[in-house]
């Protein structure tokens, strides 16, 4: 409906411009404008310009490279029937019609619907609620009679992972959130040069002020930026003079490992950091894991505000599949690819595939097809949305979806969609 009318607008004698990662958006178009190679420092360059056949043919493009070989369904077998579910009945929040559903263990569902059939409603307003307060009560809910939410003892945690900003100061980064930052501090600290100064990994917080034994610069409190506020204008960021963005004391940058300062570390992208620390396991580890899915080119120090929605989102995903101690979480996540290229879809769906195979529980609110094509059970819900929806249209794996759901929109858009992306 909404290609309908930005056609019609264009018809009218205007032009359109959209910013798009959506695969029949992009087909649609009669001029596209690639930008790339890659994200971050890798990227900033036009790649590609012209009709989809001639970006398909650009062979510097990634996006013709997923319009040329669009990934193909399943990517890997389905896990098929659980014996044990999370089970949310009666359901009456919103538009929901008094609704049962039965959430898998260990499985990966997808929750689909058009706009305002109720998934938001079920998934984070009933499930994730529910769920929260049972865990936290571990009460019996079953004299509630409506909204209830039924845990089986499998199920110890759970935990949405949504898009919002990681880290509430701008010293968070992606090697202090994800975890491993106390490890980089230690083999600092283990160097012999710390050791003759009396240097331990506090030194190299950003977080303890020299006062205390820190060695952060104290002019900009180890932001390596200063924020000077401007009348009528947004904020203007200057490197701190003190440190010129070193965010370390010159002391402290006196200590090097490998011939590195700390600064020079946290100036490191994940790609080099790889290499640089190939011979300390428990940095490889998260290390890989931001390769897997797809942030090689972020750097270990750059500050958590200033990343984009889907890069935080990953990393949220990356601290979880790091820890020691998995499974037995339910993980809840509403429109993940929300803001994701192709490639990027490609990459997710291989970590949310890690996190069920470590024994979680996934349950996704997408309308993105090459997610609900990996699903192990669609949940559709609808007909329609507000009071026409709210109701489940079909279920069961994809297979099943598009054989039985006779009213589900889903149904008839994914089994043309798999006509073209399944195996
Ligand atoms: N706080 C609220 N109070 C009353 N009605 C609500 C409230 N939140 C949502 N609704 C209504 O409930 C229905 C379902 O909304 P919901 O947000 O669950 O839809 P959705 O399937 O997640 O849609 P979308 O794909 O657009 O996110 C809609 O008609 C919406 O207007
Ligand atoms: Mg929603
Ligand atoms: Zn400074």
């Given at each position: 409906m909404l290609l309908r009318t930005l056609k019609k607008l264009r018809e009218k004698g205007n032009t359109v411009v959209v910013v798009e990662h959506d695969e029949t958006t992009i087909r649609a178009a009669e001029h596209l404008i690639d930008l790339g190679p890659g994200a971050g420092i890798h990227g900033g360059r036009l790649v590609a310009a012209g009709t989809p056949k001639e970006i398909v043919r650009a062979s510097a493009s990634v996006t013709g490279r997923f319009l040329r070989e669009?990934?193909?369904?399943?990517?890997?077998?389905?896990?098929?029937?659980s014996k044990l579910f999370v089970e949310v009945r009666d359901a009456t929040l919103h538009n929901l019609k008094r609704l049962t559903v039965k959430f898998p263990v260990s499985r990966f569902t997808v929750?689909?619907?058009?706009?305002?059939?109720?998934?938001?409603?079920?998934?984070?307003d009933v499930l994730l609620r529910g769920a929260e307060t049972a865990l936290r009560d571990r009460r019996d809910s079953s004299e509630?009679?409506?909204?209830?939410?039924?845990?089986?003892?499998?199920?110890?945690?759970?935990?949405?992972?949504?898009?919002?900003?990681i880290g509430k100061t701008?010293?968070?980064?992606?090697?202090?959130?994800?975890?491993?930052?106390?490890?980089?501090r230690r083999l600092f600290a283990q160097v012999p040069e710390a050791k003759m100064r009396g240097y331990g990994p506090e030194r190299f917080?950003?977080?303890?002020?020299?006062?205390?034994?820190?060695?952060?610069?104290?002019?900009?409190?180890?932001?390596?930026?200063k924020r000077i506020a401007m009348s009528f204008l947004p904020d203007?960021?200057?490197?701190?003079?003190?440190?010129?963005?070193?965010?370390?004391?010159?002391?402290?940058?006196?200590?090097?490992?490998?011939?590195?300062?700390?600064?020079?570390?946290?100036?490191?992208?994940?790609?080099?950091?790889?290499?640089?620390?190939?011979?300390?396991?428990?940095?490889?580890?998260?290390?890989s894991l931001l390769h897997d899915v797809g942030l090689d080119y972020l750097t270990l120090g750059q500050q958590?505000?200033?990343?984009?929605?889907?890069?935080?989102?990953?990393?949220?995903?990356?601290?979880?599949?790091?820890?020691?101690?998995?499974?037995?979480?339910l993980y809840i996540l509403d429109e993940p690819t929300v803001g994701l290229h192709m490639a990027d879809v490609a990459r997710l769906v291989e970590v949310l595939h890690r996190l069920v195979d470590a024994g979680n529980t996934l349950v996704v609110i997408e309308h993105n097809l090459d997610i609900m094509a990996e699903a192990d059970r669609i949940i559709d819900l609808g007909p329609e949305g507000g009071d026409a929806g709210g109701r489940v249209v079909a279920q069961g794996a994809p297979e099943e979806v598009i054989r039985d759901g006779a009213r589900s929109y889903t149904a008839k858009i994914l089994r043309k969609f798999l006509k073209t992306h399944g195996r």
């Open positions: 669009p990934m193909r369904h399943p990517t890997r077998p389905r896990r098929g029937e929750v689909t619907g058009v706009s305002g059939s109720g998934k938001s409603t079920l998934v984070r509630r009679k409506e909204n209830r939410v039924v845990l089986p003892p499998d199920i110890r945690r759970v935990l949405e992972v949504d898009q919002t900003p701008p010293r968070s980064c992606p090697a202090t959130y994800v975890g491993f930052y106390d490890d980089i917080s950003f977080n303890v002020p020299t006062a205390r034994g820190g060695g952060r610069c104290d002019a900009c409190e180890g932001q390596g930026i203007v960021r200057v490197p701190c003079d003190e440190c010129g963005g070193r965010r370390f004391t010159l002391e402290t940058l006196e200590v090097r490992f490998k011939g590195k300062t700390i600064a020079d570390v946290l100036a490191m992208s994940v790609e080099e950091a790889l290499e640089f620390f190939k011979a300390e396991p428990f940095l490889t580890r998260p290390l958590s505000p200033t990343l984009s929605g889907g890069e935080a989102q990953r990393i949220k995903l990356v601290t979880e599949l790091a820890k020691p101690t998995q499974g037995r979480t």
